[in-house]
Nanobody, 118 residues
Framework: VQVVESGGGLVQAGGSLRLSCQASATAYTIVTMGWYRQALGKQRELVATLPSGGGSANYADSVKGRFIISRDYAKNMLYLQMNNLKPEDTAVYYC????????????WGQGTQVTVSS
């Protein structure tokens, strides 16, 4: 199983970034994919999740109206479009894929740094 993020970087407040994540696994079914973030000295927190099969996206209150999560099911890709970024969005962003083979397990990417300057 591989989960790989890309697309982080440095941006000024008010700017935009798009994160990408590719999940690959043989014989696994992806149940849900999502984005989490961890700021320095803080716990990892949910940003947005999107269940497979057309379910509704779930967003943290702090990013509603600014971030959009989407998937390309054919490519097993997950995206996070981040608009109107704020300095408090600065964190390492992690892609999560909850997959089922026999049991369900969470798989994480290595993380990508997003830094928003004021």
């Amino acid at each position: 199983v591989q989960v790989v993020e890309s697309g982080g970087g440095l941006v000024q407040a008010g700017g935009s970034l798009r994160l990408s994540c590719q999940a690959s696994a043989t014989a696994y079914t992806i149940v849900t994919m999502g984005w989490y973030r961890q700021a320095l000295g803080k716990q990892r927190e949910l940003v947005a999740t999107l269940p497979s099969g057309g379910g509704s996206a779930n967003y943290a209150d702090s990013v509603k109206g600014r971030f959009i999560i989407s998937r390309d099911y054919a490519k097993n890709m997950l995206y996070l479009q981040m608009n109107n970024l704020k300095p408090e969005d600065t964190a390492v962003y992690y892609c999560n894929a909850r997959m089922r083979y026999i049991d369900e397990n969470d798989f994480w990417g290595q993380g990508t740094q997003v830094t928003v300057s004021s």
